[in-house]
């Protein structure tokens, strides 16, 4: 290898490697000193960003949750999409891959290769992490919240987001925002009721941001009518643009300006015979949406915010998904319409054309672009306590670094 060095100069090797996936390059650390620390190095970062503009997709988060308790399930799995649907030879399962972290922690949302974390309920002195898992880099963050009520501090919010500056080495500049449900009755405002469901009041949705080179959270003027009391983990952010699902909605959040609005799903519920199970996601940094009815699977795309448009772009019906993999699927349709014990097909997430469901107790990922299925695990693999509203976060390998604390 010394030999190859002598003839390959450093500007060479950084035209040649920045066109190599970020999941490779951390196996091509391990060539030689030389370059380990040439991938590490913040020009051979901007040009590898400049080139791929969009992290490929090449896992999912899965953590579940109890609904009933104020412990949180510390069990994490990683769905790694590659050595599930190309036969990477690994395992299909991961359940280490956070174990770097200096306790366990709850998952809450990812953005291009970062992943927010929080420590897991209950908890004496909680932290909110943000770290890197391909170079296991992380930094702690004070909790600023009481700790009293674990229920509504377990149904929080926190949503990640940063945008690369490929001039420097490492990331400075990544902002967190929590969302806050707020319960209005009369004139009178409960806040130790606001994020606990209960009462018959108004609804509004209120946002706290942490810029973290400011290092301090604030609370945003904004303020926003909702409809719905629950907001799904897992913010994703898209253009400058925070969502989440809210109901039969999506919340927007503009970051920067601080201003948020409420889309209304693509089709609505009354349409359907049975009330379609939905997530969103991201595919070409466009919004998406996937829903599943008794009529099939519905993927559509947001293509103007202000004007509510959608445009679907791919629709299955489950009598074609039955056929084209009855090994896998059996009376998809009769089993949706009963909806029994909670949903038989669960979209979970959604990124660049690949949607992770559920489907009775068994995982698939179902990769709309090339028409193909594939099984990943059953719960029982997942080590599953509780399958009710698991968090599920898609994740994409980056090899950004953190700033130091």
Not at 114 to 141: D, G, Q, T
Request: aromatic residues 12%; hydrophobic residues 40%.
């Amino acid at each position: 290898m010394k030999k190859v060095d002598r003839f390959l100069n450093s500007d060479i090797l950084i035209e040649i490697l920045s066109h190599v996936p970020a999941k490779d390059l951390l196996s091509l650390k391990l060539v030689s000193k030389e370059w380990h620390r040439l991938i590490s190095s913040r020009c051979f970062m901007e040009a590898q960003v400049q080139r791929t503009k969009e992290e490929a997709l090449t896992g999912f988060i899965f953590q579940e949750k109890f609904m009933w308790c104020n412990e949180d399930i510390k069990t994490i799995s990683y769905i790694s999409v590659e050595e599930n649907t190309k036969g990477g030879g690994g395992s299909k399962v991961k359940q280490k891959v956070f174990d770097f972290l200096p306790e366990d922690v709850v998952m809450m949302a990812s953005c291009k290769g970062l992943v927010c974390s929080r420590s897991c309920f209950p908890s004496e002195e909680p932290f909110i992490y943000v770290c890197n898992p391909s170079n296991k880099e992380w930094v702690k963050l004070e909790w600023p919240w009481p700790i009293t009520h674990y229920d509504c501090l377990r149904s929080m919010t926190i949503a990640l987001a940063f945008d690369y500056d490929p001039s420097k080495g490492f990331v400075e500049k990544f902002k967190l925002v929590r969302v806050k449900l707020v319960e209005v009755e009369g004139d009178e405002e409960d806040e130790d009721e606001e994020e606990d469901g209960e009462g018959e009041g108004e609804l509004f949705l209120t946002f706290e941001l942490y810029p973290a080179e400011k290092g301090a959270w604030k609370t945003s003027n904004e303020i926003c009518q909702c409809y719905s009391k629950m907001v799904n983990n897992g913010g994703i952010y898209i253009g400058g643009v925070m969502h989440w699902l809210n109901g039969d909605r999506v919340l927007t959040f503009n970051v920067q300006n601080e201003l948020s609005w409420l889309v209304p799903a693509p089709v609505p519920a009354s349409e359907f015979m049975a009330v379609p199970e939905a997530c969103i996601g991201e595919s070409e940094g466009r919004l998406s949406y996937v829903f599943v009815s008794e009529q099939g699977v519905h993927v559509w795309c947001l293509e103007d915010y202000y004007d509510y448009k959608w445009a679907i772009v791919y629709c299955k019906p489950l009598e074609e998904i039955e056929g084209e993999w009855p090994q896998f699927f059996m009376n998809l349709r009769s089993h949706v319409l009963e909806r029994v014990n909670g949903p038989w097909v669960n979209p979970l997430a959604f990124k660049d054309g690949i949607l992770l469901m559920k489907v009775c107790v068994s995982l698939y990922l179902f990769d709309v672009k090339n028409n193909s299925m594939t099984e990943v695990c059953s719960i029982q693999d997942l080590k599953s306590q509780c399958m009710l509203n698991p968090t599920v976060i898609a994740h994409s390998l980056s090899l950004v670094h953190l700033s130091p604390a």
